[in-house]
């Protein structure tokens, strides 16, 4: 019998690997109806769905590699990066899906939430007032009005993966839908901050891509993570992890 192997695991939901099966239990089907739909959708390497039997549902691994985790060591020549970057693009032109995702909260919730994790980071010590207030300004720049894509909402790099400079498929579609699709190039660069030209080389530099909003949703989004977290057992305060992007804007 092959091995069981814990990919992740939290209150919300956990993934276990079994040989070439990837299993990931989410007592929310809500969020594996919109899984398996945006998978459906969308028109870049996804991996094969199995068989789904809720909570349960059941995805073949897929080949290569991943181009690193936050906090840990990127891997892959530009050319790899470029690929991912061209992947996403693709994604951003195709049809919209039916919903909005986790990159297309409106302005006003957004700010809402930074507002309320902000003081909370402040009030219980987690980080410094000026640390906090800086990256609080910084990220002012991703609210601002955009146009609607097809966007993974989760695009961390440890969901791409590839196999030489070719994107062999991307993983974990749940938070995906209708969003501003710089929130796509915002994550899948958080901490890696020295690919960010190859991946808008990849992207293409036919449309206005603007940095600061690139760089103000580097810090929005490891601002509003940092409770969630400390709460479901990982560590942000880890080197190179969200505090330390948001140490990279002071």
């Not at 986790?102 to 994790?117: C, F, K, P, T, Y």
Request: charged residues 20%; hydrophobic residues 45%; contains cysteine.
């Amino acid at each position: 019998m092959d091995e069981v192997k814990v990919v992740v695991a939290h209150s919300e939901r956990a993934t276990l690997r079994v040989g070439d099966v990837f299993l990931k239990v989410d007592a929310d089907q809500a969020r594996i109806d919109v899984e398996v739909e945006a998978m459906s959708l969308a028109p870049v390497p996804t991996p094969q769905v199995l068989w789904r039997k809720p909570p349960v549902l059941a995805i073949a691994a897929l080949p290569g590699t991943t181009l690193g985790r936050l906090g840990g060591p990127s891997t892959g020549a530009p050319a790899a990066w470029a690929a991912a970057g061209a992947a996403i693009r693709k994604l951003h032109d195709a049809p919209l899906p039916p919903r909005p995702g986790q990159a297309g909260r409106s302005i006003v919730a957004l700010a809402a939430e930074l507002d309320d994790e902000c003081e909370w980071l402040v009030a219980n010590g987690l980080l410094p007032a000026g640390l906090v207030n800086r990256n609080r300004q910084v990220a002012q720049a991703a609210l601002r009005s955009w146009t609607p894509a097809f966007t993974h909402g989760d695009l961390q790099i440890a969901h791409v993966f590839v196999d030489g400079d070719e994107v062999t498929g991307i993983i974990d579609w749940s938070e995906a839908g209708q969003g501003d699709p710089l929130y796509d190039l915002a994550t899948f660069t958080l901490g890696h901050e020295e690919h960010l030209d190859d991946v808008i080389a990849g992207y293409g530099t036919d449309i206005d891509i603007d940095l600061d909003v690139i760089h103000a949703w580097w810090s929005l989004r490891s601002l509003l993570v940092v409770r969630w977290l400390i709460e479901h057992g990982f560590d942000p305060f880890a080197p190179g992890c969200e505090v330390d992007v948001l140490r990279s804007r002071m």
